[in-house]
């Protein structure tokens, strides 16, 4: 169903061909960044590779959210670098805040666990709040209900190629729900209790699981374990409206599922993915539990949104892009041959964590050997 590439003549691949804004179609989206104002320099490096990279010739809008108001300076600092529009959102206290009825007394051994194990940000509160944020309500805020799409961008990132394509409309095109650059495997001790509750959902909403899933990915033994692999925030993904979204930046989803509340997944081909979406929201939802107690373990949304999207999209409707070049703290995806040459990648393309021992991309792989053709 979803359309070749060849049929849609509607963006263009390699350098030949400039993007022509007039005869292009866009994609409802935008790019999505939560900071602090502490993260300033961080902000303006990720913002200034990826406008030179990519946005300069697109102008997709920025939106910038925070958990404290953003300073006139910050504002000021950002708002240059883009002739895209810039929204700067304030969260709700209380999408943002540890729930009432939490059990903070629990939530602080669970604490205190990870800290003598020492887990990174295994005291911190606000790095839950963060996770919590991420995986259940960020697709709720005002400032993102416009859009079908996000691009999940972290300050003090790297970009590292030119990107002459829309990425947005490649996946929209393909038909495609989750976009990831980076994978790997989670802390095992910070999600201890996910995958009970993952499969404590499945069994009581079995008609969400796609039946194409991408189980392989996160299981190695069909779903009995989960292998700690997801996509680590190199996401774009592109969340369409009704739908909820998924990802982060590599991570691309569609954002409306999460919206529309009362979706039920149906065959319907034309209704599908906007179902799908608000499917995962759902999951999504009810996984990032906000609501669950076992929430005080740290869960990262990162693993939250993987799972979600391994198991309730098709697992041709995963995108790996490997030919976006970015880099995360160590972790780096360098693209390769003719993508690493036509994209003129400043990174060296023998220093790639899919080449890791570690690296989650050979999950992937398994489920489709055409993978490096897709
Ligand atoms: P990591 O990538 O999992 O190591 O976590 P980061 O520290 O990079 O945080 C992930 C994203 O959340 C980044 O975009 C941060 O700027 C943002 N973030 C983390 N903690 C906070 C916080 O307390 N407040 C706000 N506003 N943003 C935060
Ligand atoms: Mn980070």
Avoid at 187 to 192: G, H, P, V, Y
Wanted: glycine share 6%; net charge negative.
């Amino acid at each position: 169903l979803a359309p070749s590439a060849e049929s849609k003549p509607s963006h263009s691949f390699g350098n030949i061909i400039p993007h022509d804004p007039s005869t292009s179609h866009r994609a409802n989206a935008t790019l999505l960044m939560l900071a602090r104002n502490s993260d300033l320099d961080g902000v303006i490096s990720s913002v200034e590779q990826l406008e030179a990279k990519f946005n300069r010739k697109f102008n997709y809008p920025w939106v910038f959210l925070n958990d404290e108001p953003f300073s006139y300076e910050f504002k000021r600092r950002v708002k240059v670098l883009t002739n895209g529009d810039v929204s700067f959102g304030l969260i709700p206290h209380e999408t943002w805040v540890q729930p009432p009825w939490i059990d903070e007394e629990r939530a602080e051994r669970g604490r205190n666990m990870l800290t003598q194990d020492d887990v990174i940000y295994g005291d911190s509160v606000s790095y839950r709040n963060m996770c919590r944020f991420n995986s259940g309500f960020f697709f709720r805020h005002e400032l993102l209900t416009p859009y079908k799409w996000y691009w999940r961008v972290e300050p003090d990132v790297r970009f590292y190629c030119d990107l002459e394509y829309d990425p947005f409309v490649f996946m929209e095109d393909h038909d495609k729900i989750y976009g990831f650059t980076i994978s790997m495997p989670e802390w095992e001790s910070t999600i201890i209790s996910l995958w009970s509750v993952v499969k404590e959902f499945i069994l009581d909403h079995p008609e969400y699981v796609s039946p194409n899933n991408s189980m392989g990915f996160i299981s190695d033994d069909a779903g009995d374990s989960y292998n700690m692999c997801h996509c680590k925030n190199c996401s774009i993904s592109c969340w369409e409206k009704s739908l909820l979204p998924l990802t982060q930046f590599g991570q691309t989803l569609k954002l409306p599922i999460w919206t529309s509340g009362g979706a039920k997944l149906t065959q319907n081909s034309l209704t599908i993915s906007r179902i799908q979406e608000g499917f995962t929201m759902r999951q999504v939802k009810y996984l990032s539990c906000s609501c669950h107690p076992d929430r005080t373990q740290r869960w990262g949304d990162a693993p939250v949104h993987s799972i979600a999207a391994a198991l309730f999209t098709r697992k041709d409707q995963l995108h790996f892009f490997k030919d976006i070049g970015y880099k995360h703290a160590e972790f780096a995806h360098c693209p390769q041959g003719r993508q690493w040459r036509e994209g003129h990648c400043s990174c060296n393309p023998n220093d790639s964590f899919d080449f890791a021992e570690n690296s989650c991309l050979r999950h992937f792989m398994r489920l489709d050997d055409d993978w490096m053709f897709g």
